[in-house]
């Protein structure tokens, strides 16, 4: 199945990268004003989801032209747009998602964005927040990560320690190990090849990936 790509109306420091990933093929869907990265990518999204409190009146009557499905909730809600975009993704039956722009900005924002992914329910599923600069997944049991040799990678246990820790591919290896959510023993680790791998026990641990600049960008 293709993949979803949901845009959130965060910050994009890298739309060149953004554009790089995006696949033929992938199902784009925007979280209320997400909707503007990718309209500045030249694209339009196959369905727009939120309260539309982010959304230009301009935008918001180019889609009712276009082949968006406008999926339209109240403003007196207890989810947020990513939220719901999240969901209507995953109950659509997509098990690749990639969520663009749900990193920077508002801190509230990017903890809250980042806590949706950790849920066990999506445990099966590959989830990815991603700006074109980093990425951040949590792994509940086994991942793999694509990057180039000396890029930064961060393993962050998430509330609660991780435990059999297991990597290959980074610069400081684990094979077995804890680690503790008040300590800082795995940031700012690096990739020694251009695929990592990640593998625990119990736990979950939220893997933060940043890149090396690209030379494509800054030509």
Known sequence: MARAL??????????AAIRRLILPGD??????????HILELGL??????GDLDSLSKEDHVALSHADTTINQY?????ETDFELALHYAVDSGFRELRIIAALGGRLDQTLGNLSLLSDPSFSALDIRAEDGVQEAFFVFKESQLQGDPGD??????WGVKVSGITTTGLCWSLSGEDLLPNKTRGISNQILEKTATVVISSGILLVV???????????
């Open 6 to 15: 949901i845009f959130v109306n965060g910050n994009l420091p890298d739309l």
């Open 27 to 36: 199902f784009l869907i925007a979280a209320d004003g997400g909707t503007r």
């Open 44 to 49: 339009t999204p196959a369905v727009l989801v």
């Open 74 to 78: 109240p403003r007196n809600k207890n």
């Open 152 to 157: 930064l990678v961060s393993l962050i246990p």
């Open 209 to 219: 990936h940043s890149r090396q600049p690209n030379e494509k960008d800054i030509s």
